[in-house]
């Protein structure tokens, strides 16, 4: 990709071989201060970093790697250049320090947009002031190896330092370079991995895809698997919209990816868009009906929109492919008991801790079937088994002081309903003032005193 340079210059960039040669002309003729903006990928960087020595074995050449943000460059170059002689430096990874500043949308991080920027980091203010100390100070020349998205930065955001510019260019971009640096982009992360990152290190991610994407030299196959890549890194920065967008034009290539349909319904149900999830759950397993996710997921959509038959016919599904898939079984069982279908919830709920006895949630909500069947005592037994696995479960404790009120146990009530009250006071008290459960206790005093 090329920078826009509309602002300053209206002739075409030069072809990137020619370029490289005007670099390596460039820096072998200047001598002192001189300030040098090299757009590249990180993994032409790396080469070019190894490569310019060669070229130029006249010239005292260092480098100098950031990994981090930095809010000063002054002096770092200061320490770094101290006793050395040095007569090019070169500097990579100086945009950790401009990702860490923008607070656009991930999906907004494109090129051409940057009349929205909100903000000018630090370290750019930091270079406009202190142009005149790197130029007296420091009788190098500069090179600065960034991304087409950093060179943006510094001619929109930087540009009392830009200005001074000996030049900018591009390094030259091989097929064989972009297959690399895209295999190595898809290999590297998964899912799991990319909710681990920071946000700067996933905005360095999504520029990284979608320079390649853009690269003329990429290859039409690795194209859905980068937009795969990038609709997953845009979800775990919660940016579903743009996501779906990815996996639209990843299925534009490869129209039977199960696993693009399944993703993008994943992030149409964080939108709340259920119908839109379940007509992508189910596009997934036209192409692999045995896929047991895609039937979960699109029973707990069918839930969402209260169609609880369909999704108990669709949990059946996922449970025929998987039948030890305790949540399955759980959620099951919420949507029977929807139905008013008490005794088959507790079944399923009995399958769903045969699996994972230790499931609290699932030993509350058997207990709440049971109680719709009236069977106090299994009922009070059940949430005491969700108690004994999290004893700090405060809908457990007001679950059995309900219990224990339609009994008519006002001790027992009182004393199960002060704990829940303890535990979470606000949302107990807002449930006792509608729940009919208490209403053989309200005039009680012990009780009114309890909810204030």
């Not at 002739?11 to 820096?27: G, M, N």
Request: a negative charge.
């Amino acid at each position: 990709m090329n920078p826009n340079l509309s602002d300053w210059d209206d002739d075409l960039p030069p072809e990137p071989e020619e370029a490289y040669q005007d670099l390596l002309r460039a820096l072998k003729r200047k001598s002192g201060f001189g300030l040098f903006f090299v757009q590249c990928t990180p993994m032409e960087a790396d080469k070019f970093i190894v490569k310019l020595p060669q070229e130029i074995p006249q010239k005292k050449i260092t480098v100098l790697r950031f990994v981090e943000a930095i809010d000063n460059l002054y002096q770092p170059v200061a320490e770094f250049v101290k006793d050395k002689q040095v007569d090019i430096l070169l500097i990579k990874g100086l945009e950790y320090s401009l990702y860490k500043y923008e607070k656009r949308s991930f999906g907004e991080i494109t090129e051409g947009q940057f009349s929205n920027l909100t903000s000018v980091p630090h370290i750019l203010n930091h270079l406009n002031q202190q142009r005149e100390r790197f130029r007296d100070d420091f009788p190098i020349s500069f090179v600065f190896l960034l991304r087409s998205f950093s060179i943006n930065y510094f001619i929109h955001r930087a540009p009392d330092f830009f200005d001074w510019r000996s030049g900018v260019f591009e390094l030259p971009t091989t097929p064989e370079v972009v297959e690399e640096e895209s295999n190595r982009l898809l290999l590297e992360g998964n899912y799991e991995e990319y909710l681990k990152l920071t946000p700067e290190q996933k905005i360095e991610k999504v520029i990284g895809i979608q320079d390649l994407l853009s690269e003329k030299h990429q290859l039409e196959n690795q194209k859905p698997s980068l937009l795969f890549k990038l609709g997953n890194l845009l979800s775990t920065a919660n940016e579903y919209e743009g996501a779906i967008a990815s996996y639209d034009q990843a299925l534009k290539f490869k129209p039977d990816d199960h696993q693009a349909w399944y993703n993008r319904g994943i992030a149409l149900d964080e939108l709340g868009r259920f119908e839109e999830a379940i007509i992508s759950y189910e596009q997934a397993l036209k192409f692999k009906p045995d896929y047991h996710l895609a039937w979960y997921n699109r029973s707990i959509a069918l839930d969402e929109l209260g169609r609880f038959e369909e999704a108990v016919i669709s949990y059946d599904q996922a449970l025929k492919l998987k039948p030890d898939y305790h949540q399955a079984w759980y959620n099951r069982g919420d949507a029977l008991g929807n139905l008013g279908r008490n005794e088959e919830a507790i079944a399923s709920y009995d399958q769903a801790l045969k699996f994972k006895p230790d499931d609290h949630q699932a030993w509350n909500n058997r207990g709440y079937a049971l109680d719709e069947l009236g069977r106090f005592e299994e009922t009070i037994a059940s949430y005491e088994q969700a108690l004994k696995f999290k004893p700090d479960y405060h809908l457990a404790w007001y679950n059995k002081a309900c219990c224990y009120a339609l009994q008519g146990n006002i001790e027992k009530a009182l004393e199960n309903l002060q704990k829940a009250i303890n535990l979470s006071h606000e949302k107990c008290c807002e449930w006792v003032k509608s729940d009919s459960d208490f209403d053989s206790i309200r005039e009680n005093e012990r009780f009114q005193a309890l909810i204030q």
